[in-house]
């Protein structure tokens, strides 16, 4: 299994590496290092190694710059201490670049002698000494980090790692509080008063189990990522499987944006329309396609660096939207106009799916755990920005609700009366963010797909192109085909956040520190489990079935 993925994927193994393989399949005890003086030793820097040459190799990399947006040295944001240092993390989003030691020496070839390239071979861990060294949150990881966890896989140029308290939980909030925000009111109407109940439980029950992972990390040296989580809990099929639901989340994440560009931009220009002979498009789908279009060279950016210092500004964002909606409630006097259902039964499985996906963090929790200067802070850090984001939630659920009543429609800014400036700065608001974010999104999953091309095929950047357009453009196919953005995201929260963010975390928890695990962790774990087994499984056949009556 590991030499077939290893053939399929693009990082071109060097010879010592090619050994180092085989040794591992072979006896544990032969291939230990020369600065190691047990078995156990060897066997930790092997196991570590694992983790960085199995597919995706681009994963940590790619969440560096999808989850830590808040990285420039802006007080209260970054975690890296100049624009310089935080543009370099970007060098390997080129468009031509591949997780490769040949890549990482054309990055920095002015530095490297050809004779220091003729022997790579037998110095490997020599060269690694010319690239800037990776921060150890523990003295116990330094070794690892040297020998066996090679910045060339996973960090071209490693990113320094010592986020303040305040940037840590400016990333949590900007993970967190995204496009679910706009949906929460729907959500209340969908599922009734008491439903909202839900959305504080799941906030509970997620903050335990993103902690859960911070245990799973630190269960032994080498793991930094949600897939090297479900390698050591369930082997390299636990790494492909946790990485596929976790790229087809965000693949799902960037159907929504086009349906929601789609969707408010209609709502500005409804009268809109384009007729190309016998095809006639109305203001959603012309909406739909211009967006595409306009998203598009993002994607095909070279360095998104000056994006990800835009969609830092999510969060700046979601706050404007929620003051439009309180101003027009307030100021602009439109009122409470609904006491609203205590209960709505029939399509409670949906406000589940929709609540479950306002906490779809936990795939760029490692990566901000890891990223923090005191890691103990992490569950500090994970409660506060739970806490301000749940509020933000709450409180748009309930005045968005309370103004719209059973009126409420899947976006709220679809329901702010058209004629005000606080509906219109909203409405912009909310059509501009997701051009941020597109590409940081769909960037994972086609650098995960670029990896599985042959390398002698990436030498030119057409192949990296035309994968990118490929995605694009079949998102704006779903987007058309099913654009129901309330029930796309009530099937995305129920079908795959409640795996990423309830399911894995407590399984992977149990798996890795069996044994370890108290009378209570495991009783909490077994309860979180069947509650997100019976809420995706209800929220995914209702979603469904709701899909499928609106396509009909």
Same mark, same amino acid.
């Given at each position: ?210 902690? $859960?992972?911070?245990?799973? /990390?630190?269960?032994?040296? @080498? *793991?930094?990522? &949600?897939?090297?989580? +479900?390698? #050591?809990? =369930? ?107 205590? $209960?709505?039964?029939?399509? /409670?499985?949906?406000?589940? @799916? *929709?609540?479950? &996906?306002?906490?779809? +963090?936990? #795939?760029? =929790? ?187």
């Amino acid at each position: 299994m590991k030499n077939s993925v290893s053939d399929q994927s693009f990082y071109i193994e060097s010879e010592d590496e090619d050994e180092r393989e085989s040794e591992r399949d072979g006896e544990e005890g032969n291939e230990s290092d020369s600065s190691d003086n047990s078995s156990e030793g060897s066997q930790q820097q092997n196991r570590p190694s694992s983790y960085t040459t199995t597919w995706p190799q681009s994963y940590r990399q790619s969440m560096d710059m999808y989850g830590s947006l808040a990285s420039p040295n802006i007080g209260f944001l970054g975690g890296t201490p100049s624009l310089s240092k935080f543009g370099s993390s970007f060098l390997s989003s080129s468009l031509t670049r591949r997780h490769t030691p040949e890549i990482l020496s054309n990055l920095i070839k002015p530095l490297l002698p050809t004779h220091d390239q003729q022997q790579a071979p037998p110095q490997k861990r020599s060269s690694h000494s010319l690239l800037p060294p990776i921060p150890s949150r523990r003295s116990s990881l330094k070794k690892i980090d040297i020998d066996s966890r090679p910045s060339k896989v996973s960090h071209e140029i490693p990113l320094p790692r010592h986020s303040t308290y305040g940037q840590s939980v400016m990333n949590g909030i900007n993970v967190l509080c995204g496009v679910g925000i706009l949906t929460t009111p729907y959500a209340v109407q969908q599922g009734g008063w008491w439903g909202l109940s839900i959305l504080f439980i799941f906030s509970i029950l997620s903050l335990y189990t993103g902690i $859960l992972l911070r245990d799973c /990390l630190e269960s032994e040296p @080498g *793991l930094e990522t &949600y897939p090297d989580i +479900g390698q #050591a809990a =369930f082997g390299t099929t636990g790494r492909f499987i946790i990485s596929i639901i976790l790229y087809v989340e965000l693949y799902a994440c960037c159907v929504e944006y086009i349906i929601l560009e789609g969707d408010n931009l209609s709502s500005l220009f409804p009268n809109a329309h384009l007729s190309i002979g016998g095809l006639v498009l109305n203001s959603r789908h012309l909406f739909a396609v211009i967006s595409t279009l306009a998203v598009l060279p993002t994607v095909w950016l070279k360095d998104l660096s000056l994006l990800s210092y835009i969609s830092a500004g999510g969060v700046v964002a979601s706050i404007l939207v929620v003051v439009c909606l309180f101003w027009v409630g307030i100021v602009d006097n439109v009122g409470i106009h609904s006491k609203g259902v205590p $209960l709505n039964l029939g399509s /409670l499985p949906v406000a589940i @799916g *929709l609540y479950g &996906y306002c906490y779809s +963090g936990h #795939a760029v =929790f490692p990566n901000i755990y890891t990223s923090m200067a005191k890691p103990s802070q992490y569950p500090s850090v994970l409660l506060t920005s739970f806490t301000i984001v749940t509020l933000m939630y709450g409180v748009v659920a309930v005045m968005g609700y309370s103004m719209f009543g059973e009126s409420t429609l899947s976006q709220f800014t679809l329901n702010m009366p058209q004629d005000l400036v606080a509906s219109k700065i909203a409405l912009w608001t909310t059509v501009v963010n997701p051009f941020t974010k597109y590409a940081l999104t769909m960037s994972p999953v086609a650098m995960c797909i670029e990896e599985l091309i042959p390398s002698s095929h990436m030498k030119s950047p057409m192949y990296s192109i035309l994968i990118r357009t490929v995605l694009v453009f079949s998102t704006l196919f779903v987007g058309l085909t099913i654009p129901f953005f309330g029930l796309v995201m009530a099937l995305i929260g129920s079908l795959l956040t409640m795996l990423v963010t309830l399911i894995l975390p407590c399984v992977c928890f149990l798996s890795i520190l069996r044994g370890k695990v108290t009378w209570l962790q495991g009783s909490l774990c077994i309860l979180i489990i069947i509650v997100g087994v019976v809420s995706s499984t209800f929220g995914t056949i209702s979603a469904v079935s709701k899909i499928i009556e609106n396509l009909t």
